[in-house]
C-alpha cells in the first residue's frame, strides 16, 4: 500500500510541476490588441481550463509556483504576480465553489480579470475605468475562449495516465 501511495504523490507533484510550467509559459505568449496596451494574455483562458479540469487546490499550486518561475525568470514583477494571484484566486474559486458549467467557466475569468484590475488600481493609483478599459478585450477573448479550452484540456486528459486527476464539478 505505501508504494501506491509513494507512487500517487510522485504522479500528483509531477502534475502540478507540468501544470505550473504550462501556466507560466502561456503568461509570456500575447495576443496584439487593436491599442496598445490591450494585449492578451494566453495564460488566462488556459488557466481557467486547468482549473476546471483539476480542481481548485492543484490549480492554485500550480499557479504560485508559475508565478515564482516567472519572476525568476525576470518575465514579470511583484505587481503582476500579486494581480495574477488575485486573478487565481477570484476565478479559481467561482470554479471551486460552483463547478463547471459552461456560463461559470466562461465567467470565471472576467471576473477574476476584474477583480484583479481593481486591486490593481489601489496600488498604483491608476483609475479603474482605464484598467478595466485596457483589459476589456482579454476580457472578451478570455470569456469566449475559456469553455472550450477547458473542454479540450479534459478530452486530453482523459487519454492519459492522469484520468482520475480530472475533477468533474458539472454544478452549474
Not at 488600481?121 to 478585450?137: D, H, M, Q, R
Amino acid at each position: 500500500m505505501r508504494e501506491i501511495s509513494m507512487y500517487s504523490k510522485s504522479r500528483d507533484i509531477t502534475l502540478v510541476a507540468i501544470l505550473a510550467v504550462v501556466i507560466a509559459i502561456s503568461g509570456t505568449f500575447k495576443l496584439p490588441g487593436l491599442i496598445p496596451g490591450t494585449e492578451f494574455q494566453m495564460s488566462a483562458p488556459i488557466a481557467i481550463g486547468i482549473c476546471a479540469t483539476f480542481g481548485f487546490k492543484r490549480y492554485i499550486t500550480a499557479g504560485v509556483l508559475a508565478s515564482v518561475i516567472n519572476l525568476l525568470m525576470g518575465t514579470h514583477t511583484i505587481l503582476n504576480v500579486i494581480v495574477a494571484m488575485v486573478f487565481r484566486i477570484v476565478a479559481g474559486s467561482i470554479i471551486g465553489y460552483l463547478g463547471t458549467g459552461l456560463i461559470i467557466v466562461s465567467m470565471a475569468g472576467p471576473i477574476g480579470t476584474i477583480v484583479g484590475r481593481v486591486a490593481m488600481s489601489y496600488i498604483v493609483g491608476t483609475p479603474i475605468k482605464v484598467l478595466l478599459a485596457a483589459a476589456l478585450p482579454g476580457m472578451i477573448y478570455t470569456l469566449l475562449s475559456s469553455y472550450f479550452i477547458y473542454k479540450a484540456i479534459d478530452k486530453i486528459v482523459k487519454k492519459t495516465p492522469y484520468k482520475n486527476y480530472n475533477k468533474n464539478l458539472n454544478i452549474g
